[in-house]
């Protein structure tokens, strides 16, 4: 059995909004796993478990390089937060992304490989990292970059550095730089409904299923009907169809005027969105909390047997 410890509680709870001790009861019945306890929490809670985790726990910066209608988004990585506002960090990342949208390098070996130099380190973007790893005192890492040149025109909005979208489009400039900055605020997974990921609407169907079956048990517990399995059947579809209209950008109301949809807003500036991408830092990395009162107990607990 995982050791549940206060900082994993008090992750949980800022993913989900979720009370401490149902937050712990989760993670002891997922064992420790992060993602298993919210969704046993969304079963359990249901829309108030359900907002997403806006929260990132790794460091870094996204940059972007724009020039035509070709460009460039990376993601570069760092230990602390303190990094992020280094001169020569920000010079390394900016430099970067400039670099993908010249070179269209295979990937971040390749892209490592290119002629640079900077602080004294060189000649290659590599060695510039490694110099700088020493200098600062910090690991940083290329994570993940995307290079555009489909030939469509490109819109983008930077949050910060910490968020970062380029939008794909044929049209009005400020709709699409709008969109960049509803993408930003909103996050959507796909452009349209038919689009979102076959393993996301599953996750999501598997969800509704388990919240109706969890409400089948609490009715049967107080001595009231259950619904008909066509009834129960209609309500995971509606959930799901919810959410797909949620994590769909055209579904999606408009940040700047909820009574229309983005699509309608796009209609009316005659403008077409064919693509977009957004970057989060630290989205999917999970980063090492240390329990400082557990490891000190540890470590007393050793010095006592060795005593």
Do not use: W
Not at 93 to 102: D, E, R
Not at 243 to 255: A, D, G, I, T
Not at 258 to 287: H, N, P, R, W
């Amino acid at each position: 059995m995982a050791a549940i410890t206060a900082s994993m509680v008090a992750e949980l709870r800022g993913k989900t909004d979720a009370p401490m001790m149902e937050c712990k009861k989760a993670l002891t019945e997922a064992d420790g796993d992060m993602v298993k306890a919210e969704e046993l929490l969304r079963v359990k809670l249901g829309s108030k478990a359900g907002k997403a985790a806006a929260r990132v726990t790794a460091e870094g910066v996204v940059a972007v390089s724009v020039d035509g209608v070709v460009g460039s988004m990376i993601e570069v990585n760092c230990e602390t937060d303190f990094v992020t506002k280094n001169d020569s960090f920000l010079a390394l990342a900016k430099t970067a992304a400039a670099l993908v949208a010249q070179h269209n390098p295979a990937d971040v070996s390749a892209l490592g490989a290119l002629a640079y130099s900077q602080d004294g380190f060189g000649p290659t973007l590599e060695d510039v990292r490694k110099g700088l790893i020493g200098k600062i005192g910090e690991n940083m890492t290329f994570r993940r970059f995307k290079r555009f040149s489909s030939g469509a025109k490109l819109a983008t909005y930077l949050h910060g550095t910490r968020i970062g979208v380029v939008v794909e489009f044929d049209g009005d400039d400020v709709a699409a730089k709008d969109v960049a900055m509803h993408v930003a605020a909103m996050k959507p997974v796909a452009l349209s409904s038919g689009d979102v990921p076959a393993d996301l609407v599953e996750r999501e169907r598997s969800v509704a299923a388990a919240k109706a079956a969890e409400d089948a048990a609490v009715a049967v517990a107080a001595g009231k009907p259950v619904q008909s399995a066509e009834i129960v059947a209609k309500r995971i579809e509606g959930g799901v169809q919810k959410y797909l209209k949620e994590v769909s950008l055209f579904n999606q109301p408009f940040v700047k005027n909820d009574k229309q949809t983005v699509e309608q807003m796009l209609k009316a500036s005659s403008t077409t969105v064919k693509a977009f991408t957004l970057y989060v830092v630290g989205e999917g990395i999970e980063k090492k909390v240390d329990d400082f009162a557990a490891e000190v107990a540890a470590q007393v607990a050793a010095a006592k047997q060795s005593s």
